[in-house]
């Protein structure tokens, strides 16, 4: 099937949410809808399934005009998953699924066929939800709803899966159970999915093509590494980010970047290198202290990540479970340049951040002021089978100054104030 | 010592006689005592309870057209100076301030005249004890036999220094009545069985005013042995009981007319409706239970019984 | 234990593990006769339950023609009949001095059962109705007006001086009538941009029947003691049942819910939500247009002439959600069937309770309707195991 989006608009009485989109969803494709809030995704989705009246000319499928279609068959050819799905009413499951069949069920005094019997059994099995038919569906987790809810959309054999933010109230294996189901649908049984998807990442890794959109307009649509760059995502959402690859999937991955520095008061510029949470208590008393703050390489998950937002220290962030890539180890460097002191936390040092130990030593190498806490009495830190502690030793013994803790930093660092 | 002797007895009867004076002066019952200015009695009421009255009420207050009606009729009328919305007879009564009705007491206006007695039917409000609480007494009237109207009426003439008008009236009344019942009750006389209704199936049950009368004007009342003063039966019951007369009163609930009765399911065949034997008799003189409920006995009786009442 | 339906129950087996593990796989289409056997099956239980209901019925109707203050059922008064005479006098036999009692029957009895039966059925289908388009359970036929409007006709129609009198159709006509022209207006108000918002709907229902209300009871009291009038017909009474009443009525009631019987399955997906029910192509607005129309004219016959019976259009539909499901296409038959069995019953409880006298029936509903449905809503939540 082809749907064809011409020049559409939409105004709801004087505000206009969508302005003159046009694009094309061909048979078999998975599209992304994406954009901020109130750039007119769910509208779009609404003129699709003409719950709201777009105009006459804009929307075709498969070369027929969307308005000259019957309900019936426009259920049939596009089939909406919603967000969420509550009700009062003590249906069950297998009652939710048969319902998908109402577009198909002709006759009023009939009952359901042998037909719909079959394809809702169908429906269910490819959702992998049959064990859940006799269920009270309003008793069903989140998750298991939205798998009978997709169930239901498949036994209206519709041409097209429409589906508005459907991971928004799941928690996160049920959102990758999900987007695997309407993936593996979409690759193995070849059904059109055109989503509304609120999470970038989410959409980069099982859209083939992204449509993004901007206050009304539609900004971009193509594949996600062409849509998905620092400056579109900037100037659609204004935030800054940095985008990667996933190293798991290989899809295009956006992380929130580096800040500029917040200007001190004395601007002296000190780099810390940490993580694992031990950064969190230097960065603060050298903040107080009037420092300008920055630090890296943490992972987003680490706790010094968060530390340094909430003090709104500029932070070398990385993907989790990874290792420091080039990029992210040449940022790191980038911001010690223009610093006047490195700082070493005794941070647990394992094979992803063991860069941050080598940075330190190239920093020592340029003539940098280095300093390591050692405090007394630490945990251990090595889990490298030893290299980083003989590293640290390295750097001590190359001129790196060994404090204590903390406030023993300040106390070294006076001299350099400018 | 003759003379002495018959100064002791002289003087004995003196003092018996004043003695009887004195304890008639100072009963506290109705039956032959005179009220004047500047006595306190007791009297019982219907529902048995003492009031307690200082001297001749000439501001007194009635909610309720029955004791209306009987404070008029015994010649008491100027001593009323306030009724209820219902009161309308006799004319003048339609002068008086009026104070709301036995539903709807308008306390205020009551208490605003400043009466010294308020008499109500037999409907007792709530709202009545709000004006007790300003030294106001009300007594209640509830009479449920034609016998107790008349003594309503004795009872009222005491206490308004009516008394003479009050027995004469009460008198008369009985007089007529027993002239009725004379024929209506005689052990000879063949009772026709009396369906009446005051609005819709809405009839007389036992222990009701209504029974009493149709009793005493000679008729069996079909509603006689249901559960209820006032019960309200359906149109199975009628036709089963199968009344030789129907009477409807003529009230304010009225809506229906002769005709309209055979037209209800399955009455067609009742013999009141074969023989278009269904009267009508005005509501009043069946709910007010004053002097005009003989003229109502009256109608009644030459409803049930034109063969005896010409 | 699921709080599913026990004719639903039998429908699905239980899969065992590995064929669960097996839907995991590639597409699977379903070919044995089996399940599609079992799910046969659900639709000859769903006739079961369905004649079952219409045998009860059948049962009460008897019950209760044989039922009255005369008996053979009933407290005897004026005077009890015996059942030997009861069935002379349905079937024609007996002299000529039982033909009172073939007029209670036919004229009286018969009628007034078929009338109960038409009225509950209408109340309660019609309950079911409305409760699909407001997406509540708690909503009854009279929710968008039609008892006040109706009321207010009646009262204004007494107080014109028409009369609310066997025989006479003026105020039933004239009560119909209002209780339409209530209705409309409460629909118009619910239109926003040709669009039907329930809740606005819902609201501005409330409020018409809280003014109309207001403007009842200032005629009631405006008209002193023709309020009297009014009482047993607010209250709700079969007392003027006959024939021609029949005639009238049957015509909405059957007609009524038969049509939305038809409307089953889209009644179903109109409880998921208006964009859910758009979505599976039942197409919402129509469907609420026609069922809010259909339903308030079957309120307004019920009500012209029985006036305001509650709670059977309340509670029977959810009687039966409870024991049959949500499923319209069972619930609305079986609420027609057993609203009528419910008040039939009622009725004869009505003629009986009081020895002589007839209650409203509208009293009787209210009395048993409530404690029932609590019973009922007590056995779901603790032996139904739900949540």
Redesign the interface.
Same mark, same amino acid.
């Given at each position: 099937m082809k749907l064809e989006v011409r020049n559409l608009s939409f105004s709801f009485g004087e505000t206009k949410v969508l302005k003159d989109i046009t694009f094309e969803v061909c048979e078999g494709e998975s599209i992304g809808l994406m954009g901020p809030n109130g750039s007119g995704k769910t509208t779009l989705l /609404?003129c699709l399934? $003409?719950?709201l009246p777009a105009e006459a000319k804009a929307l075709l499928v498969d070369m027929k005009p969307l308005h000259t279609m019957?309900? /019936? &068959?426009?259920? /049939?050819t +596009?089939?909406?998953v %919603?967000q969420s799905?509550a009700?009062?009413?003590? +249906?069950?499951a297998?009652?939710?699924v048969m *319902?998908?069949r109402? %577009?198909h *069920?002709s006759g009023? *005094?009939g009952?359901?066929s /042998?037909k719909d019997? #079959?394809m809702v $059994?169908?429906a +269910? #099995? $490819?959702t992998?939800s049959? !064990?859940l038919?006799? $269920? !009270?569906f309003s &008793?069903l987790s989140g998750g298991e709803r939205q798998r009978v809810i997709i169930a239901r959309a498949l036994a209206?054999e519709p041409k097209a899966l429409l589906l508005d933010e459907p991971t928004v109230y799941l928690d996160i294996s049920g959102q990758f159970e999900m987007m695997d189901l309407i993936r593996r649908l979409n690759k #193995? #049984?070849g059904i059109t999915i055109i989503a509304v998807l609120h999470d970038i990442n989410m959409a980069a890794r099982y859209s083939d093509r992204i449509a993004l959109l901007s206050e009304g307009r539609l900004e971009a649509i193509g594949p996600p590494e062409e849509v998905l760059t620092q400056e579109t995502i900037q100037s659609v959402y204004g935030i800054n980010v940095a985008v990667r690859r996933d190293p798991f999937s290989h899809a295009v991955y956006v992380m929130p970047s580096v800040r500029r520095a917040v200007a001190s008061r004395h601007g002296t510029r000190v780099h810390i290198l940490c993580g694992g949470g031990t950064g969190g208590p230097v960065m603060k008393v050298l903040a107080e202290q009037g420092y300008a703050v920055s630090a890296g390489v943490v992972n987003i998950l680490d706790s010094d990540y968060e530390n340094a937002n909430d003090l709104r220290v500029p932070v070398v962030a990385e993907v989790p479970f990874s290792q420091i890539s080039q990029e992210s180890h040449a940022e790191n460097m980038r911001m010690i340049d223009e610093c006047a002191a490195v700082i070493v936390s005794p941070f647990p040092v394992g094979p992803g951040n063991f860069r941050n130990l080598e940075a330190a030593k190239e920093a020592l190498a340029r003539g940098m002021r280095v300093l390591a806490i050692r405090p007394t009495n630490s945990p251990e830190i090595d889990f490298v089978g030893g290299k980083a502690n003989a590293l640290i030793k390295e750097l001590i013994s190359h001129g790196a100054i060994e404090v204590k803790n903390a406030d023993e930093i300040i106390h070294h660092l006076s001299p350099v104030r400018v | 010592m003759n003379d002495r002797k018959g100064t002791g007895i002289n003087g004995l009867m003196a003092l018996a006689c004043v003695g009887i004076a004195l304890v008639a002066f100072t009963s506290g019952y109705y039956a032959g005592a005179v009220l004047s200015a500047g006595q306190t009695v007791t009297i019982v009421d219907d529902y048995g309870r003492q009031i307690k009255l200082t001297g001749v009420p000439d501001r007194i207050v009635s909610i309720a057209p029955t004791p209306t009606e009987i404070l008029f009729a015994i010649g008491a009328g100027d001593q009323v100076i306030g009724v209820d919305d219902y009161s309308d007879y006799p004319n003048e009564a339609n002068n008086l301030t009026k104070v709301g009705n036995a539903l709807e007491l308008n306390v205020e206006a009551i208490v605003g005249l400043q009466p010294d007695l308020v008499v109500t039917g037999d409907l007792v409000p709530k709202a009545l004890e709000q004006v007790e609480k300003r030294g106001i007494p009300y007594m209640v009237l509830a009479a449920r036999t034609l016998s107790d109207v008349i003594k309503d009426i004795r009872l009222m003439g005491v206490l308004t220094g009516h008394a003479e008008d009050a027995n004469t009236l009460a008198d008369s009344l009985e007089v007529r009545i027993q002239a009725v019942t004379n024929l209506t009750l005689a052990p000879t006389v063949v009772r026709p069985k009396v369906y009446i209704e005051y609005y819709e199936y809405y009839t007389f049950g036992p222990g009701s005013f209504g029974d009493d009368m149709l009793r005493a004007a000679g008729g069996v009342n079909v509603a006689g042995n249901t559960s209820s003063e006032y019960p309200v039966v359906g149109p199975e019951f009628v036709v089963a009981a199968d009344p030789d007369i129907m009477v409807y009163t003529i009230g304010p609930m009225t809506t229906v007319d002769p005709s309209d009765f055979g037209k209800r399911p399955g009455w067609e065949n009742i013999t009141a409706v074969v023989d278009d034997a269904i009267y009508s008799i005005d509501d009043d003189l069946v709910s007010r239970y004053g002097p005009r409920v003989v003229d109502g006995l009256e109608q009644l009786a030459a409803i049930l019984h034109p063969e005896l009442f010409s | 234990m699921t709080a599913w339906s026990s004719w639903q129950r039998s429908c699905i087996r239980n899969y065992s593990a590995e064929e669960r593990n097996m839907s995991d796989d590639k597409v699977r289409r379903v070919s044995g006769s089996e399940d599609a056997e079992r799910l046969g099956n659900a639709r000859k239980k769903r006739a079961l339950y369905i004649m079952a209901l219409l045998a009860l019925l059948v049962t009460v109707s008897f019950i209760s023609i044989l039922t009255g203050t005369i008996g053979p059922i009933g407290p005897g008064k004026p005077e009890k009949i015996s059942f030997g005479d009861a069935f002379d006098a349905l079937l024609g036999h007996g002299g000529s001095d039982s033909d009172y009692l073939v007029a209670i029957f036919w004229e009286i009895r018969i009628p007034r059962v078929i009338l109960g039966g038409l009225i509950g059925a209408s109340l309660a289908c019609a309950g079911a109705a409305m409760q699909a388009v407001f997406r509540n359970p708690m909503a009854d036929p009279f929710i968008i007006g039609v008892s006040s409007g109706a009321a207010l006709g009646a009262a204004s129609a007494g107080l014109i001086g028409f009369t609310v009198v066997v025989g006479d159709f003026t105020a039933p006509m004239f009560a119909f009538f209002t209780a339409l022209v209530t209705v409309f207006v409460v629909y118009r108000m619910g239109l926003v941009r040709g669009k039907m918002y329930v809740e606005t709907l819902l609201l501005s229902g409330v409020a018409v029947a809280a003014f109309l209300g207001a403007l009842v009871s200032f005629l009631i009291y405006f008209a002193r003691e023709d309020y009297h009038e009014l009482i047993p017909w607010l209250l709700g009474a079969l007392t003027d049942a006959q024939w021609s009443y029949v005639a009238i009525i049957a015509i909405p009631a059957i007609v009524g819910s038969f049509i939305i019987f038809l409307y089953g399955r889209e009644l179903n997906a109109l409880l998921l939500g208006e964009e859910t029910a758009h979505n599976l192509g039942a197409n919402p607005e129509s469907l609420k247009k026609l069922m809010l129309g259909v339903a308030a004219l079957m309120t307004a016959g019920a009500v012209a002439f029985a006036g305001i019976i509650g709670f059977v259009g309340l509670i029977v539909p959810h009687m039966m959600r409870l024991l049959f499901g949500a499923d319209h296409r069972m619930l609305v038959p079986a609420s027609t069937l057993f609203g009528a069995s419910f008040l039939i019953f009622a009725d004869s409880l009505a003629r009986t309770v009081v020895p002589g006298e007839e209650l409203p029936v509208g009293i009787i509903t209210a009395l048993c309707g409530g404690p029932f449905f609590l019973y009922l809503l007590r056995r779901s939540r603790t032996g139904g195991g739900s949540a």
């Open positions: /609404r399934t $003409r719950y019957t309900d /019936r &068959e426009l259920a /049939r +596009f089939a909406v %919603p799905t009700t009062d009413f003590p +249906f069950t297998y009652d939710v *319902m998908g109402i %577009p *069920m009023r *005094m009952g359901e /042998r019997e #079959e $059994r169908s +269910f #099995e $490819r992998g049959w !064990h038919a006799a $269920r !009270h &008793e209206q #193995e #049984e | - | -």
